[in-house]
């Protein structure tokens, strides 16, 4: 079972996250403290990393500066993950990289359609290494919590008979698997579509070409049931692009957006179908398994942070 769905919730998140900016003033307070020269001429005895009309903005003063807004933020975050790598390590637990890279891409996979990878992490208040540290921080988490969150018969029994008075719960709508390619140049995407409209595969043209992330696994976002497909057509229509049918092959024209150009292709598609009473309860014991696992997770998280004993420097300590 993915982790994506336990990463993102908003008790952990909060825990969890850190910002682009937040790296940024912990990279220039290493500069600091490892004396590294920026290229700028010096003032005085300090390195200048802007002037103003002559005047000197000095490296100490940005790293002061940086440290007093920041540094107690980026702390918290690298105690919490320092603390659940503690408790792994007495456990025996280990995160293999490909773990890692297979929860990265499923988060590809379940980004909003023609979001890149870097505008979705934006949006999250993360940069790429931050969302590595929470893919590795969870997944420990949730290895914790695995044996905790398996639900009894009579609990999938009653989330079963809730499921058979919620018709949508009950029946799989239709679905589409969607790929994506993004370029910034213009140039760029014309070259794309020609060779798609020469029938080069798309998934190799977007390993080639795509500026994505999705483009290392061809540009695959995933499956997508038919309400957030129409979203999508909708949007679509909002900027004056050209729509095109839901039918399996169909690829679309090139779509300008304020970042660059995106070209969608619809690879597969699966009609919806009513559930089968097993499936049905199988789809409610993997419910159950998930808000566990949600709700384990945060339990843990807080023992482990009232079982911690840190120590901080005044500076930090507030």
């Excluded at 982790?3 to 850190?18: E, G």
């Excluded at 014309?190 to 994505?212: C, H, I, N, W």
Aim: net charge neutral.
């Amino acid at each position: 079972m993915s982790t994506k769905n336990y990463l993102l919730f908003p008790a952990t998140r909060a825990s969890l996250r850190v910002s682009c900016r937040n790296i940024a003033m912990l990279i220039f307070a290493v500069f600091s403290i490892a004396q590294v020269h920026l290229g700028f001429p010096e003032g005085g005895t300090e390195d200048v990393v802007a002037r103003v009309n002559g005047q000197p903005i000095q490296l100490s003063d940005l790293t002061k500066r940086l440290l007093h807004d920041f540094g107690p933020a980026v702390l918290d975050r690298m105690v919490l993950q320092l603390t659940v790598q503690q408790e792994a390590d007495s456990l025996g637990i280990q995160v293999a990289e490909q773990e890692i890279e297979s929860e990265f891409q499923e988060y590809l996979k379940n980004l909003q359609i023609g979001t890149s990878v870097d505008q979705a992490l934006a949006g999250e208040g993360i940069g790429r290494t931050g969302l590595r540290e929470q893919l590795i921080t969870a997944l420990r988490l949730k290895k914790m919590v695995a044996e905790n969150v398996q639900p009894t018969a009579e609990d999938v029994d009653k989330r079963y008979q809730q499921l058979l008075a919620f018709i949508a719960y009950y029946t799989d709508p239709d679905q589409y698997r969607v790929s994506a390619i993004f370029v910034k140049d213009q140039a760029k995407s014309v070259k794309v579509m020609e060779l798609l409209r020469q029938g080069t595969d798309f998934a190799a043209v977007a390993r080639q070409y795509s500026e994505d992330a999705s483009a290392e696994i061809g540009g695959d976002f995933g499956w997508r049931d038919v309400g957030e497909m129409e979203n999508f057509l909708a949007t679509l229509k909002q900027i004056n692009a050209p729509e095109f049918p839901l039918r399996k092959g169909e690829t679309s024209g090139l779509i300008q957006t304020a970042e660059g150009y995106r070209i969608f292709r619809i690879t597969e598609v699966r009609a919806g179908k009513r559930m089968s009473k097993k499936e049905a309860r199988e789809r409610a014991r993997e419910m159950l398994v998930e808000e566990r696992i949600q709700g384990e997770m945060n339990r843990k998280l807080n023992l482990l942070k009232e079982k911690a004993r840190v120590e901080k420097a005044p500076a930090f300590d507030r």
